[in-house]
């Protein structure tokens, strides 16, 4: 899924976009290997 299509999933204001830095990247590449 794309970030869009996931977004679409929530009511607009019922979550905070967080940049993704370098940790949050590497525990992301980690769950997707799991």
């Known amino acids: 899924m ?3 299509q ?4 929530f009511e607009a204001g ?3 976009l967080v940049p993704h830095d370098n940790m ?3 525990i ?5 290997e799991a």
């Open 2 to 4: 794309s970030d869009d």
């Open 6 to 9: 996931v977004l679409r999933l």
């Open 14 to 16: 019922s979550y905070e």
């Open 24 to 26: 949050r990247k590497t």
């Open 28 to 32: 992301a590449r980690r769950l997707v």
